[in-house]
């Protein structure tokens, strides 16, 4: 029998999807919260290799919880396989065939952070095949939406060069710096997160399909990524949402 934390205030794409608005104090709580929980990872050498908005849950208080580490790797400087869930996954994965895991968590969770603070990806691609096709060509647009400090995070985290991406300890230092700047109190018990009445943008269903039965929030993991694993996706037809 393996026991497990009880968390009832389920995932944060439900919780977009439902229409949740968070205030900025609260997405930097979380933010903050994420970033603990990953830099304790990277410290040990482990990288989680699918963070979404799917994989953090929050518990009774609304702490969130980053779960799901069916992907997660040790050596995480040196990762191979091409995994991931298709839009968070960083480029570095999809154009080489070594890669730093730490650097792809940080693009996987600007894309989350994106999505929070937002209610859209900070792209505008009507398929994954297209959107594949840009990363492999070096020709990925995309658009930071967001807003004041939150946006200033995931600009700098939304870097295409893994080198120049900054370490988990740096985005926490920046954040401190910030609350403390602006008298924000950083704690583990963030406030209770408010439900407005009014319908916001959606963003994909968690369910829908991306091809050949394959769902948006399905991970993708191939032991070795090539050109022809591409052609393979692409022959498949990917739909477009």
Same mark, same amino acid.
Request: net charge negative.
């Given at each position: 029998m393996i026991v497990m934390e009880y968390l009832p205030n389920g995932d944060l794409q439900s919780l977009i999807s439902q229409g949740t608005r968070f205030s900025v104090e609260e997405q930097?709580?979380?933010?903050?919260?994420?970033?603990?929980?990953?830099?304790?990872l990277h410290q040990r050498g482990i990288s989680h290799r699918d963070?979404?908005?799917?994989?953090?849950?929050?518990?009774?208080?609304m702490h969130p919880k980053l779960i799901d580490?069916?992907?997660?790797?040790?050596?995480?400087?040196?990762?191979h396989t091409f995994c991931g869930t298709p839009f968070f996954m960083a480029p570095e994965i999809i154009n080489t065939d070594n890669?730093?895991?730490?650097?792809?968590?940080?693009?996987?969770?600007? !894309?989350? *952070?994106?999505?929070?603070?937002?209610?859209v990806f900070p792209f505008n691609y009507q398929s994954e095949v297209q959107y594949l096709k840009d990363?492999?060509?070096k020709k990925l647009f995309f658009q930071n939406k967001a807003q004041g400090i939150m946006g200033n995070i995931i600009k700098e985290m939304l870097i295409c060069e893994p080198k120049e991406r900054p370490s988990s300890k740096e985005i926490i230092e920046m954040i401190e710096q910030y609350c403390a700047?602006?008298? !924000?109190? *950083?704690?583990?018990k963030a406030?209770?997160?408010s439900r407005p009445n009014t319908s916001l943008p959606r963003i994909v269903k968690p369910n829908q399909c991306l091809c050949n039965g394959m769902k948006l929030n399905c991970p993708v993991k191939i032991n070795r990524y090539?050109?022809?694993?591409?052609?393979?996706?692409?022959?498949?037809?990917?739909?477009?949402?």
């Open positions: 930097l709580n979380i933010t903050y919260q994420i970033l603990d929980a990953l830099n304790y963070i979404k908005p799917a994989n953090i849950l929050f518990d009774e208080n580490f069916g992907m997660s790797c040790e050596n995480a400087a040196s990762s890669y730093d895991g730490k650097k792809s968590d940080i693009w996987s969770l600007a !894309i989350t *952070l994106h999505v929070m603070a937002t209610y990363v492999q060509a700047q602006h008298f !924000i109190v *950083l704690s583990s406030n209770q997160v090539s050109d022809k694993m591409l052609l393979r996706l692409i022959s498949h037809g990917l739909k477009c949402f």
